[in-house]
């Protein structure tokens, strides 16, 4: 196993305490610019957002309206009511994608599958590497406002549906999580770098609580100018 990686899991809460959970239930204010741009402003400023740790399925609540929550998992987004009504979904959502740009409007089926794997990948980071599949890399260290932060480059399996195949996750000294690198191929491929900070402990894992994504310019240092994304987590409840 690669040392990086080790260090990383340890520093956010270690495997073994990990392997004891089933599911995190993270109550997060979203924003940013980008909202604005699809559509959907303040639609998770006030969530409640839970995941299954050990596969893919993600739930919102409330979604849009109280009473209904979201359903994302790779092949299937869905809305649904909190009696079990399914209100509508979409098969093999990615496909849906088909010639977005940063620009392109979502529709509440784009809004939950994007937002599905995304919080799936942030919420189980670093543990997710481990999982069968993901091929990493410990590449050349990155200098950043004085700190050496080592960076792992890590390719997803096809399986495991995400921003995109290949991401760079940058840790400080410690194996604390502190930048995000990757492009956004839904919307036509991106450059986004996302700075996670703040980190606190909920019942033995270690989670940063604060995110803030930009997009990155030539010389791979973010454009601060705007922030596409900003994610607050206030708890996590953990099953």
């Known amino acids: 196993m690669n ?17 004891q959970l089933r599911k995190l239930t993270a109550h997060v204010s979203v924003g940013g610019a ?5 559509g959907w402003p303040d639609v998770f400023a006030n969530a409640r957002v839970t995941i299954e740790t050990h596969r893919q399925h993600v739930e919102f609540s409330p979604f849009v309206d109280v009473g209904r929550h979201s359903v994302y998992e790779p092949e299937r987004t869905a809305i649904v009511t909190d009696d ?18 940063v620009m392109t409007p979502w529709d509440a089926q784009n809004l939950i599958y994007f937002s599905g794997y995304a919080m799936w990948t942030y919420l189980t980071t670093p543990f997710l590497f481990r999982l ?9 260290p990155w200098d950043e406002n004085g700190e050496t932060w080592r960076r792992l480059k890590v390719t997803f399996p096809p399986g495991v549906h995400s921003h995109s195949t290949e ?3 940058y840790f400080d000294v410690s194996g604390l999580l502190r930048r995000h690198d990757y ?14 900070s703040e980190p606190k402990t909920f019942d033995g894992l270690i989670y940063p609580t604060k995110r803030r994504v930009y997009a990155v310019g030539l010389d791979n240092k973010p454009l601060l100018d705007r922030v596409a994304v900003a994610i607050d987590i206030h708890t996590i409840d953990v099953e």
């Open 84 to 101: 079990g009504e399914l209100i509508e979904e979409r098969q093999r959502p990615r496909e849906a994608f088909e010639g977005h740009v």
């Open 183 to 196: 492009s956004v191929e839904i919307m036509g491929g991106t450059s986004s770098a996302n700075y996670a």
């Open 132 to 140: 069968p599949g993901f091929e990493v890399e410990e590449v050349e």
């Open 34 to 38: 980008m909202w604005h741009v699809k």
């Open 3 to 19: 040392e990086l990686v080790d260090l990383a899991i340890a520093a956010h809460g270690g495997w073994e305490r990990w392997q």
């Open 167 to 169: 991401q760079t996750f």
